[in-house]
């Protein structure tokens, strides 16, 4: 049995010690939000913030959690508002398919917290490791900087 903090609520969830945090979510919270992708940290849609920071939850197992604080995109909606950077990537009108929507959203939210003014070059560098397979990243990269100036 497990204890997890999960966009500011406390579960228990009965788990097995290597199971990934994106499984924990998405089968016993039911929160389906954050998304499986490639089961191997390549392409982000697993994406949650650990402690604030961007992780790939297909390849973080639940016993490594201990007392940290998970967020996910759901996680960031607060009184009922989208967190800025989900408005600029709905102002941009940034999904097609939205698959992958929430490893983008998830590392630019980090990203800006650090980078609060970025440049296209630092954008297209902390946002390198995701995948789009509908190709909107021209659209990515505008609400990233609508998002900044927000």
């Known amino acids: 049995m497990y204890k997890l903090n999960v966009n500011g609520k406390v579960h228990e969830v009965d788990a097995e010690s290597d199971m990934p945090l ?16 490639c089961g191997i940290a390549q392409c982000g849609a697993c994406t949650v913030h650990l402690n604030g920071q961007p992780v790939r939850s297909c390849v973080t197992p639940v016993d ?22 989900q408005q600029a ?3 941009e009108q940034v999904p097609q398919c939205g698959y992958c929507l929430n490893g983008w959203v998830m590392t630019t939210v980090s990203f800006l917290e650090k980078t609060p003014k970025p440049t ?8 390198s490791g995701l995948k789009c397979r509908c190709g909107t990243h021209t659209a990515i990269l505008r609400a990233v900087k609508r998002a900044a100036q927000a």
């Open 22 to 37: 994106l499984w924990v979510l998405r089968e016993i919270l039911g929160m389906t939000g954050t998304k499986y992708g």
């Open 64 to 85: 490594s959690l201990g007392k940290s604080k998970v967020v996910t995109m759901g996680g960031l909606v607060q009184d009922g508002k989208p967190h800025k950077v």
């Open 89 to 91: 990537f709905i102002d």
């Open 120 to 127: 296209d070059a630092q954008i297209r560098e902390a946002l």
